[in-house]
């Protein structure tokens, strides 16, 4: 089993719909969540941290946690076309180290 | 002024040759990270130092060695370079101390060629 599993991908929604990207862990120690966007070509971008269960809400991105089903999903309200892009979940299981999902392919069409 | 920078952004090389990537942060942190990043987009973790220390060494060949002089800079040293090392590989930062936040930022990345 990997640490960190996400939607296989990609995932098409059209122009305004929510996209829904989901992440599931491993380690139940775990104690700080990211979602990181990638453009092609660019470095990773980080657009959301969650440290406790719940929502995290920042303009159109929410991200969920539930620490109990060990799992982190995050969604994108409004998509829109500058959203296309690879979203990485990466989870903190060790002080000072993040591991990556593979990252799942959002692609909005116009 | 760029937070997490990177020297050079494209390298290509023959096998055999070796080659160093250069990182720099201006945030403050304490501890960098060096990734790699295939063809298949998967993200991997290489390396770790904290306050110069190494503290992460996934399984990497060592024909890869990190160096850091200061907590600001990490450099990366590859001896005989291999096909199977062209990709794009990632400087990152974060700060550790004072609690599990650790949020990473990104430099701009190196992309490898090897020929």
């Known amino acids: 089993q990997k640490e960190v599993e996400q939607n296989s991908g990609p995932l098409s929604v059209p122009e305004g719909a929510i996209a829904s990207l989901n992440c599931t862990y491993s380690d139940r120690g775990s104690q700080s969540f990211f979602w990181y966007r990638q453009y092609s070509g660019k470095s990773p971008e980080l657009i959301m941290s969650i440290y406790s269960n719940g929502d995290k809400e920042d303009g159109r991105f929410t991200a969920q946690l539930n620490k109990a089903s060990q799992y982190v999903s995050l969604l994108i309200r409004d998509s829109q076309p500058s959203d296309s892009a690879t979203y990485l979940c990466a989870v903190n299981t060790n002080a000072g180290k993040s591991t990556f999902g593979d990252g799942t392919t959002l692609t909005v069409k116009p | 002024d760029t937070a997490v920078s990177q020297t050079p952004k494209y390298l290509v090389t023959q096998m055999g040759n070796d080659k160093s990537i250069k990182c720099e942060q201006n945030?403050?942190?304490?501890?960098m990270y060096w990734y790699k990043q295939d063809s298949k987009k998967f993200l991997k973790i290489m390396f770790s130092y904290n306050n110069k220390e190494l503290i992460i060494n996934e399984t990497v060949p060592n024909r890869f060695s990190p160096k850091s002089p200061d907590k600001a800079h990490l450099n990366l040293h590859i001896n005989s370079l291999e096909l199977g090392d062209s990709a794009v590989y990632f400087c990152?930062?974060?700060?550790?101390?004072?609690?599990?936040?650790?949020?990473?930022?990104f430099g701009p990345g190196t992309r490898l060629t090897v020929t």
């Open positions: 945030l403050g942190h304490d501890t």
């Open positions: 990152a930062s974060s700060q550790v101390s004072g609690g599990p936040i650790y949020e990473q930022y």
